[in-house]
């Protein structure tokens, strides 16, 4: 389908000053055919749909880096507790009664949430991922999607499947799948919960069927301590012995890293998801995500699942990760508007292996654009629409979303997904889990 973006404020992010007044984008067949100022549009493009962009601000549209998206279903459930206690005496026995049907709910509702904020693209690692995928494809939101594995414990959650077996079977079965939306990577949790003999086959899987890997890597002091008892090297360096940094990785939080870490998630291009109000909220610590660009790391944003932050709304995020930086620094400097708007964008893209596909509004790239509405008290005047976005700007104002040329949400109102029937879903399937016999 031709489709026509008009009169839009367009922010390329392809340089900070990339930003274009009242400007035009085609699509054509999924993809950005053409960006550019009023009255540069081609002369033989004739468009079958023209969105209006009056008052708005076009972009690309956000990508979540690191997400358990059916864990909405726990949203409010556990809060105000450490990690290791919040896993173990409240989320894990909850997850022990998911069903199928679970995952397909739960995610569905992320992406009401996801898509509502501006979101266009997540990674998530949970269970039954097949339920997830068909969530997906329905919602026709583009993802990267892991089955966790907990080496420790292999029968957890599997389903017919030990998980490594299930993860090479829902390659299989989705990679590139819905259009190219959906792709798959294998989801090992963490160092602590799969050993250097699981790793060891996992990374061999990786290479076999030519995935990358979903990991979480140095979230806790507590982790980075066990293991250095255990191994003698901390997570990071644990894992690059074992060649893991030799696949494509995603390394959900790196919170906890030395100066030799550093090193090395920036010298192999490890994509890193910072996932600033998560890590707050279970008090895991601060990443040092300026110390990681100032490195050279691929550093993308995530918001963690809706049980640890509590919402997927990426906006809220961007302006979390700045304003910490700069408070953790000391350096009012740090982390400025663009760079965390390019986290979630273009460098979340390319944290995910996307960077080549989204991320950028640029003729060639698939056509996932958001618009965001300018005309509200908080977003005025209109000194620095980048700033605005980051410091002021609320999930609530976005008004259109597109993903590989197809609209979403048009005007607030979602196209793809039956909102209060997934809202009645997920809250029955929620209390049942909550109040199911122990």
């Not at 998801?273 to 998560?278: D, G, K, L, Y």
């Not at 660009?293 to 944003?301: E, N």
């Not at 609530?396 to 979602?414: F, I, N, P, S, Y």
Request: proline share 5%; aromatic share 6%.
């Amino acid at each position: 389908m031709k489709i026509l973006i008009e009169k839009a404020d367009i922010i390329t992010m392809e340089t900070p000053e990339a930003v274009i007044k009242k400007g035009v984008i085609a699509i054509n067949g999924g993809r950005i055919s053409h960006v550019g100022e009023q009255g540069t549009l081609p002369a033989d493009f004739t468009a079958e749909k023209v969105i209006d962009g009056t008052g708005m601000m076009a972009l690309p549209g956000f990508v979540n880096c690191h997400t358990h998206a059916a864990m909405t279903l726990f949203r409010g459930f556990a809060d105000d507790l450490p990690l290791m206690q919040w896993l173990e005496e409240k989320i894990w026995p909850l997850e022990a009664g998911l069903q199928k049907e679970d995952i397909y709910w739960g995610t569905l509702l992320a992406c009401a949430e996801m898509i509502r904020s501006g979101t266009t693209t997540f990674a998530d690692m949970y269970f039954h991922m097949g339920q997830a995928a068909r969530a997906v494809e329905e919602a026709g939101l583009r993802a990267s999607l892991s089955r966790g594995m907990i080496g420790t414990a292999p029968g957890v959650g599997a389903g017919e499947l030990p998980p490594l077996e299930y993860s090479v079977e829902f390659a299989r079965r989705w990679h590139g799948a819905a259009g190219g939306r959906i792709t798959v990577m294998l989801g090992p949790h963490a160092p602590y919960t799969c050993p250097p003999d699981f790793m060891r086959r996992v990374i061999k899987a990786a290479h076999d069927f030519g995935l990358g890997i979903h990991i979480h890597l140095a979230e806790t002091a507590g982790e980075v301590e066990d293991m250095k008892r255990r191994y003698g090297k901390t997570p990071v360096q644990l894992m690059d012995q074992l060649g893991l940094f030799e696949l494509p990785v995603l390394a959900a939080h790196c919170v906890h890293l030395e100066e030799k870490d550093i090193e090395i998630l920036a010298s192999k291009k490890v994509g890193i998801a910072h996932n600033p109000q998560s890590n707050m909220k279970l008090a895991s610590g601060i990443a040092p995500v300026a110390k990681l660009v100032a490195a050279g790391a691929v550093v993308g944003l995530g918001t963690d699942g809706a049980a640890s932050n509590n919402n997927l709304d990426m906006l809220e995020e961007m302006r979390t990760a700045a304003l910490l930086q700069k408070v953790a620094t000391g350096n009012p400097v740090a982390l400025p508007a663009f760079d965390a708007l390019a986290m979630a964008t273009v460098n979340g893209a390319k944290a995910l292996g996307l960077g080549e596909e989204v991320g950028l509004l640029k003729p060639g790239y698939r056509a996932d654009i958001i618009l965001v509405s300018m005309q509200k008290p908080h977003l005025c005047p209109r000194h620095d629409l980048v700033a605005h976005l980051v410091y002021s700007a609320q999930g609530a104002d976005v008004e259109t979303v597109l993903v590989d040329g197809r609209v979403l949400m048009e005007k607030r109102k979602l196209l793809t997904i039956d909102e209060e029937e997934v809202m009645s879903q997920a809250e029955k399937r929620a209390q049942r889990l909550v109040n199911r016999p122990k």
